[in-house]
């Protein structure tokens, strides 16, 4: 039994008349603690992966297993639940609230949690401790997207899904903020998913999944993840 199960999974987005097939059977599994980068070039279907797997969006066919539950059956109820509670989002632009302090943006996240971990912890383990007061904009972009890291850790949830969390950055800052995860992932126990299209950083998974025109072209398993130059 794996953490997480996608089994011939298709969607079909129809824009009137034109079918959209992004997913075209997609199949992969991922364990419970993994730290796994999913790549490709764009519109290959990484998104629509991680939107599915996130519960913001329904598979046309195939069914999606997290946890032991098929959230591909899932009713609208459900999945507003599942997405409060058990997933938490990272996304390519921080989308922090401006005119709220470091400390103020992840504490709003626990908020809506029921067993949230402590605030000033997870600020630490990102490395903010001495930036708790400042507004976002008194950061550089890759402790913005600290701050989304923190935030989406502080409410506890099962996994971590990161839209291209290193999309706006530089590589060098990028690469600090995948090792943020990846550390996130080492000492919280937690699964962390990672969209990529920059292959060079790939090494630093424990699985790498790479998507082709909606299908999965391979999966790799690093038995010895490393950090990239
Ligand atoms: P990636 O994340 O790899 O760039 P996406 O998953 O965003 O790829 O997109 C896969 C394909 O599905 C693309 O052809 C894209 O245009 C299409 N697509 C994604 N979302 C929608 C949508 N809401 N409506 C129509 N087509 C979509
Ligand atoms: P980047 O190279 O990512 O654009 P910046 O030049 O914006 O980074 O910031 C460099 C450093 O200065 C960062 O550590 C950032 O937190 C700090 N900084 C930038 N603006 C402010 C500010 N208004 N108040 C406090 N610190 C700031």
Redesign the pocket.
């Known amino acids: 039994e794996h953490f997480i199960s996608f089994k011939d999974v298709r969607k079909t987005y129809k824009m009137g008349e034109v079918e959209i097939h992004a997913l075209n059977g997609v199949s992969f599994d991922i364990d419970q603690g993994e730290f796994v980068i999913i790549a490709g070039a764009s519109g290959a279907g990484k998104s629509t992966i991680l939107n599915l797997l996130g519960g913001m969006d329904t598979v046309s066919a195939g069914t999606i297993e997290v946890d032991g539950s098929v959230i591909s059956d899932f009713n609208e109820k459900q999945m507003t639940l599942y997405r409060r509670y058990d997933v938490g989002f990272v996304f390519q632009f921080y989308n922090l609230v401006q005119n709220l302090t470091l400390k103020e943006n992840v504490e709003l996240a626990t908020q809506i949690s029921k067993n949230p971990l402590d605030i000033d912890k997870t600020i630490a383990a990102v490395g903010l401790s001495e ?1 708790i007061s ?1 507004f976002p ?7 913005q997207q600290r701050v989304a890291i923190a935030r989406a850790l502080a409410k506890n949830p099962k996994l971590l899904l990161c839209d291209e969390p290193t999309g706006a950055l530089d590589y060098v ?1 990028g690469k600090q903020v995948l090792k943020v995860l990846q550390d996130t992932c080492r000492k919280e126990h937690k699964t962390v998913i990672v969209i990529t299209h920059n292959l060079a950083l790939t090494p630093m998974g424990d699985k790498v999944i790479k998507v082709r025109s909606g299908q999965i072209e391979s999966v790799e398993i690093n038995p010895h993840p490393m950090d990239v130059d």
Do not use: K, M, P, V
Not at 137 to 143: R, Y
């Open positions: 930036r400042n904009a008194q950061l550089s972009g890759g402790e800052t």
